[in-house]
């Protein structure tokens, strides 16, 4: 790692110092992190908050009351939940695209680190500007395959319940081979994303296309699947805690103290504050996952000098 005089690591880290490394990338770099947070972020990131209080306001008719009664639902209530839940999903998927491109520009800083150099906002903004299509390209690939993964489970534990003519609700063999494959099926598509979590970064710092991207990842992860699930899952409960610590005590200092506990305008603060604080943390994972890329290149190549 870069400290002090600039040069580039060429030699294996273990799993505790590579949270050391991404912690003193995170501090070294940390304004420039947020920039590119908020450039790439905040736009998806609102238009998610304000689709899912849409969607909310749209599932309040077919939630009980506080006296367990439910109301009847009407035509136009029907409707307005489909709108929402379409609007909710395209938000959705603007955020998983904008995610890729603010982690190609994270690991472009990482990179340009670990090469001895000060990495720039306009650098950053060239390789997500020049490789965006590619990231994009393979988060499509990686989000596709795992739907299929999901669909094609759905459908054989469907057909294996309906062929063997039992209630779903009463359990049987039928059930119980349903529940394994749809047991099944989870575990592939978390493999699958563990083997392919390094795509985004080789995308960044190799220019390789979408396919190219999963299929390096797999390369590199080889023999190293449970260490790159531990970084993955470690990173992302550290955002989650630490951001989630934040969110809360911001909402309960700038929503509930203000506006008042459980009231809309409370609501739709803590739902602005929970997206404004996920972009500040946002580059905790990316920078985790591309150091550990580094890694895998020293131990499984013995080279970790960025092009």
Same mark, same amino acid.
Request: with cysteine.
């Given at each position: ?12 880290? *273990? ?5 050391? %490394?991404? #912690? ?6 940390? @304004?420039?992190?947020?920039? !590119? ?11 998610? +908050? ?8 749209a599932? /309040? ?11 009847a =639902? &009407?035509?136009?209530? #029907?409707?307005?939940?489909? @709108?929402a839940?379409? %609007? ?14 603010? +982690? ?5 800083? =990482? ?8 990495? #720039? ?12 299509? +590619?990231?994009?390209?393979a ?11 999901? !669909?094609?489970?759905?459908? %054989? ?14 359990g ?8 394994i494959v ?7 598509? %978390? ?27 797999? @390369? ?10 531990? =970084? ?6 550290? &955002?989650?805690?630490l #951001?989630?610590?934040? *969110?809360?005590?911001?909402?309960l200092?700038?929503?509930? /103290?203000?506006?008042?506990?459980a ?21 905790? /994972? ?17 080279d970790?000098?960025?092009?």
């Amino acid at each position: 790692m870069l400290d002090g005089p600039a040069r580039p690591t060429l030699v294996p880290v *273990s799993f505790g110092t590579m949270f050391e %490394i991404t #912690g003193r990338l995170v501090r070294r770099h940390l @304004r420039l992190l947020l920039v !590119l947070a908020a450039v790439f972020l905040l736009i998806p990131a609102l238009v998610g +908050a304000v689709a899912w209080i849409v969607l909310f306001d749209a599932l /309040l008719p077919y939630l009980p009351d506080p006296n367990g009664a439910r109301a009847a =639902v &009407t035509l136009a209530q #029907g409707e307005d939940l489909v @709108r929402a839940s379409l %609007i909710f999903v395209a938000a959705a998927l603007l955020e998983a695209v904008a995610s890729a491109l603010a +982690a190609v520009a994270f690991s472009r800083v =990482v990179a340009t680190d670990y090469a001895a150099r000060r990495p #720039g906002f306009r650098e950053a903004a060239v390789t997500v500007a020049r490789r965006g299509p +590619a990231a994009v390209g393979a988060i499509l690939l990686s989000l596709g395959a795992t739907i299929a993964i999901g !669909l094609g489970g759905a459908t %054989i534990a469907l057909a294996i319940i309906s062929a063997s003519g039992t209630d779903a609700r009463g359990g049987g063999l039928g059930v119980f081979l349903a529940l394994i494959v749809v047991v099944s099926c989870v575990a592939v598509a %978390i493999v699958l994303s563990v083997r392919w979590s390094l795509a985004l970064v080789a995308v960044a710092v190799e220019g390789v296309g979408p396919l190219g991207a999963l299929i390096r990842s797999w @390369r590199l992860t080889a023999g190293a699947a449970w260490r790159t699930f531990g =970084v993955v899952v470690v990173a992302t409960l550290i &955002t989650a805690v630490l #951001g989630g610590l934040m *969110s809360e005590l911001l909402g309960l200092t700038l929503a509930d /103290l203000v506006f008042g506990e459980a009231s809309e305008q409370a609501l739709a603060m803590r739902t602005g504050i929970s997206a404004v604080v996920a972009i500040a943390f946002a580059p905790i /994972l990316p920078v985790a996952v591309t150091v550990l890329y580094f890694d895998r290149r020293v131990r499984a190549e013995g080279d970790a000098a960025p092009p």
